[in-house]
């Protein structure tokens, strides 16, 4: 059987190689930058004929070989399921300060006890309002305890395994919150909005800032007014996706087919109607281009980089101490990123693809929610959707890429699986709510722009593939020189083909 692609798990994952028949699990080792990308495993086939696969005809080996496959059998379902755990809850590595990772259940619940009882009779109830979200934080209050308690924290161990677990624990309330929503009438929801916020009253979409008209005056005043916020916003949004996906042609991808669907659905929201030169030269080129290439470099340059974590105890000097503690906030490792493999099978290409096209469903989900749910950009639920959708995408890319690179996962993540759910939740809320807006919808323009989202997904991921494959065909034929040796007998890594020499005549 084909490998299905690269196994890495998390940061400072542990390298694995797998072999076949009565070879052992080779031992385990960790690393860390570039170098931690292991080598892609192969699925092992069972043979009926024993561990080493040769059917000498002897009856006197069944036994044996029956041995040796159970055995094989048994370290690979260890091998699964430890590769689950490593990027569905990642434990810490090396931990030098045991209080922090110690846990304090007990002494969890009788703080969380004394602060409610405290707060609860302390408290004045005379307004129903505050009552209501005393209530409200109360119950969050306590749910974020038990994630903290209970949840998985993931792949990542950085800063805290407690601060993804929170995280986590907030994902799955606003998956509540959008069950909730749906099986309520727009005008509740509205209702509920104006309760939270009561100056959402006085805004209505149209309102918002138009980019679309008198195209024709291209004039450094018309464009530096284009040059807004939001215009850094791309800039930064693209940087992070960059750090997120670190691959160009899917990154590329993701922002050609974004401005075809800002083009498709611009009969729905006006804010998409722009000009052609803001599209193409601000948008793509300048702000997507940009934040493509700062993002790609920083991921450059931390997987060149050397991680060796010194204990805060063994650190003499204070400023020594303080900059640990700082770099505490930074990932523990960095794994080399290969979403294509030469050799990728159909199942993984269209993975690939899929990463695109629910890319383009996440971002359509925050226009469409402001847009029907009538808030303005800078709405404080608006930025905090972004922020937490920005962040909790993070480990939920991290688990899908080991899901669709790993021979060895077999299920994904919790993490990626409870972001799948809010990503169709909220398409479902809006399409419910927003029946009028979808009543004015063309179909011919939906059926097109589906077909050239595949089309262009499928043309991006393809020539990717291409090119890993023109990659390893340039590396294959390279010869590497040894010290003491000739360029025939120093054959480079990974070579398919031994490299061509010239005669001497």
């Known amino acids: 059987m084909k490998k299905r692609g690269t196994p890495t798990a998390g940061d400072g994952e542990k390298e694995r190689a797998s072999s076949s028949g009565d070879q052992s699990i080779a031992s385990t080792k960790y690393k860390s930058g570039a170098s931690s990308a292991p080598a892609t495993p192969t699925k092992r086939i069972a043979r009926s004929t024993g561990g080493n696969g040769n059917n000498n005809g002897n009856g006197s080996n069944t036994n044996t070989n029956t041995n040796g496959n159970n055995g094989n059998g048994n370290k690979r379902k260890e091998e699964i399921a430890q590769t689950f755990v490593i990027v569905n809850e990642r434990p810490v590595d090396d931990i030098s300060l045991d209080f922090f990772y110690k846990p304090h259940t007990i002494t969890l619940l009788a703080v969380s006890v004394l602060a409610v009882m405290y707060t609860a009779f302390v408290r004045n109830e005379a307004n129903l309002d505050d009552n209501l979200w005393a209530g409200l934080l109360c119950i969050v209050f306590f749910f974020l305890i038990v994630s903290v308690i209970a949840f998985p924290n993931g792949p990542f161990t950085r800063p805290h395994p407690a601060v993804w677990r929170i995280l986590f624990g907030c994902s799955v309330l606003y998956?509540?919150?959008?069950?909730?929503?749906?099986?309520?009438?727009?005008?509740?929801?509205?209702?509920?909005?104006?309760?939270?916020?009561?100056?959402?009253?006085?805004?209505?979409?149209?309102?918002?800032?138009?980019?679309?008209?008198?195209?024709?005056?291209?004039?450094?005043?018309?464009?530096?007014?284009?040059?807004?916020?939001?215009?850094?916003?791309?800039?930064?949004?693209?940087?992070?996706?960059?750090?997120?996906?670190?691959?160009?042609?899917?990154?590329?991808?993701?922002?050609?087919?974004?401005?075809?669907?800002?083009?498709?659905?611009?009969?729905?929201?006006?804010?998409?109607?722009?000009?052609?030169?803001?599209?193409?030269?601000?948008?793509?080129?300048?702000?997507?281009?940009?934040?493509?290439?700062?993002?790609?470099?920083?991921?450059?340059?931390?997987?060149?980089?050397?991680?060796?974590?010194?204990?805060?105890?063994?650190?003499?000097?204070?400023?020594?101490?303080?900059?640990?503690?700082?770099?505490?906030?930074?990932?523990?490792?960095?794994?080399?990123?290969?979403?294509?493999?030469?050799?990728?099978?159909?199942m993984r290409f269209a993975a690939v693809i899929q990463l695109v096209i629910f890319w383009q469903v996440t971002e359509l989900n925050t226009f469409f929610l402001k847009h029907i749910f009538e808030m303005p950009p800078s709405h404080f639920i608006v930025i905090g959707r972004l922020v937490f959708i920005g962040l909790f995408v993070a480990p939920s890319v991290r688990q899908y890429y080991v899901y669709v690179t790993d021979t060895r996962c077999k299920r994904v993540g919790t993490q990626c699986w409870v972001y799948g759910a809010i990503m169709v939740s909220e398409a479902i809320l809006c399409i419910k709510n927003g029946k009028e807006l979808f009543e004015r919808t063309q179909a011919i323009n939906i059926v097109i722009w589906l077909t050239v989202q595949v089309l262009i997904s499928v043309s991006f991921v393809y020539v990717a593939v291409l090119w890993q494959q023109r990659q390893l065909k340039k590396v294959s034929t390279t010869p590497t020189k040894r010290q003491g040796d000739s360029a025939v007998n120093s054959p480079s890594k990974g070579n398919l083909s031994p490299p061509k020499v010239k005669k001497i005549k």
Request: proline share 2%; with cysteine; aromatic share 16%.
């Open 175 to 346: 998956l509540l919150m959008l069950q909730f929503l749906m099986f309520q009438n727009y005008s509740t929801i509205r209702n509920i909005f104006y309760w939270i916020d009561p100056k959402l009253k006085n805004f209505h979409i149209d309102m918002e800032k138009e980019y679309g008209v008198n195209c024709s005056d291209i004039s450094w005043e018309r464009v530096k007014g284009h040059l807004d916020v939001f215009a850094w916003g791309h800039f930064l949004g693209w940087a992070f996706k960059a750090i997120l996906i670190r691959h160009m042609g899917i990154l590329w991808a993701i922002s050609v087919m974004w401005e075809i669907t800002e083009i498709t659905f611009a009969h729905l929201l006006p804010n998409f109607i722009e000009c052609w030169w803001d599209a193409i030269i601000l948008d793509v080129i300048i702000c997507n281009g940009l934040g493509i290439w700062v993002g790609l470099k920083i991921c450059k340059i931390l997987e060149m980089r050397e991680y060796k974590w010194a204990s805060i105890k063994d650190i003499s000097t204070t400023t020594g101490k303080i900059k640990r503690a700082m770099l505490q906030f930074t990932p523990e490792s960095w794994t080399a990123i290969r979403w294509l493999d030469p050799k990728s099978t159909a």
